[in-house]
């Protein structure tokens, strides 16, 4: 079974710019997450889709981040502008389904440095 | 709000010795709790959960038990090996919505 993919697995820009990350979650999986690990921390959950709907994305700065996932499968996250503090590691993770047992897979993750 | 606080790190130990990597939480209600292991070069990955008060959680011959009276969900391994070497990520959810992670403890072990 293949795990779940993430592109680019790395990217250098400078802030101001613009970046977007991209995931394709494993076959059958209804729910979708990204995740930004800044070095040091533990992941920090950014947003939470079940099918191509939003569960969670209280933790998202809306005013620059983005996410979608319009077929409910692949999903890309979007930061416009980047900042500094938005360097980090961004992972994806799926499961087959929500709830507070459910078994997340990881991505590789794409790791972000903004200059 | 919820959250989790375990050990900070770097630990490092002898191969076959006892290793212990602390976690306590805070939450309202029944959270349920895991830990995730991160080997060099590779994504988490899940290592053991445990869904209500008293359950223990168990794989690889890792244990947690949550116990909500100490609210605490500490790994233990009677005899740790080179290939345990990894950081671990103890982590929460209350309602399936949000999930918080710890911010890992990272172990080597020496033959």
């Known amino acids: 079974e293949a795990g779940v993919a993430q592109s680019p697995r790395y990217k250098i820009i400078e802030k101001r710019q613009s970046v977007a990350f991209w995931c394709n979650p494993i076959?059958?999986?209804?729910?979708l997450y990204w995740y930004q690990q800044i070095l040091g921390q533990g992941p920090k959950l950014l947003i939470q889709?079940?099918?191509?709907?939003?569960?969670?994305d209280s933790q998202l700065p809306k005013d620059r981040f983005s996410a979608e996932r319009l077929k409910g499968v692949d999903s890309t996250l979007k930061i416009q502008p980047a900042k500094l503090e938005d360097s980090a590691v961004y992972l994806c993770?799926?499961?087959?389904?929500?709830?507070?047992?459910?078994?997340?897979?990881f991505g590789p993750g794409t790791r972000l440095l903004v200059l | 709000g919820d959250s989790v606080t375990q050990m900070e790190g770097p630990v490092t130990l002898s191969e076959e010795a006892f290793l212990t990597i602390n976690c306590t939480y805070t939450a309202t209600g029944y959270p349920s709790l895991f830990w995730y292991v991160q080997y060099p070069g590779e994504g988490l990955q899940l290592l053991l959960k445990?869904?209500?008060?008293?359950d223990k959680g168990s794989n690889k011959g890792f244990e947690a038990t949550y116990r909500k009276e100490t609210t605490s969900f500490h790994l233990e391994k009677g005899s740790v090996q080179v290939s345990d070497s990894a950081v671990y990520f103890c982590?929460?959810?209350?309602?399936?919505?949000?999930?918080?992670f710890g911010t890992g403890t990272s172990l080597t072990v020496i033959p």
């Open positions: 993770a799926s499961s087959l389904d929500r709830g507070t047992s459910g078994t997340q897979y």
């Open positions: 076959s059958g999986h209804a729910t």
């Open positions: 982590a929460l959810t209350n309602t399936g919505n949000q999930f918080y």
């Open positions: 889709f079940q099918n191509n709907g939003v569960v969670d």
């Open positions: 445990a869904t209500k008060a008293d």
